[in-house]
């Protein structure tokens, strides 16, 4: 008998670590299916945590995050958001994945279900299977005008089973940004039916006819059943850091020292202090890597634009572009053969659950040098690919 639960066992690997691990360290590949930008975190957070290193701040810390690091989370978001939250109300985690997890255990178990809204990254999918639950999938159409959500759709999908909305805002692959009226609607059906909404708004800032995304925190009441998660990872091109943070319902501050505590116990404080150093110093980064991306993002759309197999989907924010290319059905033979013939990274459409099963995704929050390189490689392998 294995020592293994079957359940994990039986949990699929995310196809784009299969294409990842085709390219990983070979320099002569562009590196375009992972999310994240191809800037190392800025020197004022690294000496943050440096200093911090040296000052003694290598202890054991308090399980959601040092006083300073929760103050500093309000203050942000009272500053971007205008949003006042009491510090019982805010936890930092231990990357934006573990914050899902931590809101996994704490909302469903074995015979529960979840809705969640798809194209979506899969790793979402994968926590709430881990902890015992059914996801549903509620696929988004792509139209000219980009992603379209229906949203009685998804209110179909829930049961009396039904635990968790799971929605992200902008979208991971997508780049859909919910409307307020939408998130309205969906707050009023959650109230109503006791649901929790998950919203992942980890790519908050990286938006480009506003400093930030819409947030559910703009809405939602105190007890409210929502759960915001966010990470430090995009903005502040802090990926390697594995830091995020949850805003939680009043009333669940106990249950989520718990669950830190039994996960992680914490994280470590001098990376906590380049955290803070990123939130209170950094502004003109974030204005600087979105104008960034936004610049990328003009050259892919062009480009895609002009390649006569493909269609491109508009997104309205992140850092995605997501496309289809005439004669191609496996999207994941498209994107391995890629790796190794164009030497171009992409994640293919499969790893993203329904509505998204013959797009390929690719991440352009790089250097409008690479991505221009990674187009013209991409529009010769486009024109003469056939499946095999």
Not at 62 to 75: K, Q
Not at 78 to 83: D, K
Not at 188 to 207: G, K
Request: hydrophobic letters at 45%.
């Amino acid at each position: 008998m294995s020592l293994i639960r079957a359940e994990i066992d039986a949990l699929e690997d995310s196809p784009i670590v299969d294409v990842w691990r085709l390219g990983y360290g070979d320099p002569t590949v562009i590196p375009m299916f992972a999310g994240e930008p191809d800037l190392a975190t800025p020197d004022f957070i690294c000496e943050a945590a440096a200093q911090a290193m040296k000052d003694g701040k290598t202890f054991y810390t308090p399980n959601r995050g040092v006083s300073e690091m929760r103050r500093a989370l309000i203050d942000y978001n009272r500053s971007v958001y205008n949003v006042e939250l009491p510090e019982n109300r805010i936890a930092l985690t231990a990357s934006g994945m573990a914050a899902v997890m931590l809101i996994a255990q704490a909302t469903v178990k074995p015979g529960d279900n979840v809705v969640a809204i798809t194209p979506s990254w899969p790793n979402i999918m994968r926590a709430m299977q881990i902890n015992g639950a059914d996801v549903r999938e509620v696929a988004m159409t792509a139209g000219n005008n980009g992603w379209q959500l229906d949203l009685d759709a998804v209110f179909a999908a829930c049961d009396d089973n039904t635990r968790v909305i799971y929605t992200a805002s902008p979208g991971n692959p997508t780049g859909w940004m919910i409307t307020e009226e939408e998130a309205r609607r969906m707050l009023a059906f959650a109230r109503e039916r006791n649901i929790a909404i998950l919203s992942d708004e980890v790519y908050h800032r990286t938006v480009y006819d506003r400093s930030a995304a819409f947030s559910f925190l703009q809405i939602a009441e105190p007890n409210d059943p929502v759960f915001v998660v966010n990470s430090f990872s995009k903005a502040w091109a802090m990926t390697g850091w594995r830091l995020g943070w949850i805003v939680y319902p009043e009333g669940c501050v106990s249950a989520f020292e718990k669950l830190i505590q039994f996960n992680t116990s914490g994280a470590p404080e001098f990376l906590q202090a380049g955290a803070i150093a990123a939130l209170r110093h950094g502004e003109d980064f974030v204005a600087h890597f979105a104008s960034r991306c936004g610049a990328a993002r003009e050259i892919v759309n062009d480009r895609l634009a002009r390649m006569p197999r493909v269609r491109n989907i508009p997104s309205k924010g992140a850092f995605y572009a997501m496309f289809e290319v005439d004669g191609v059905t496996d999207t994941m033979q498209f994107c391995k053969r890629a790796v190794t013939e164009a030497k171009i990274g992409m994640a293919p459409g499969i790893a993203f659950g329904k509505g998204a099963e013959k797009a390929i995704r690719l991440c352009y929050a790089k250097s409008t040098d690479l991505i221009t390189e990674a187009m013209n490689r991409l529009e010769a392998y486009v024109e003469t690919y056939e499946e095999k």
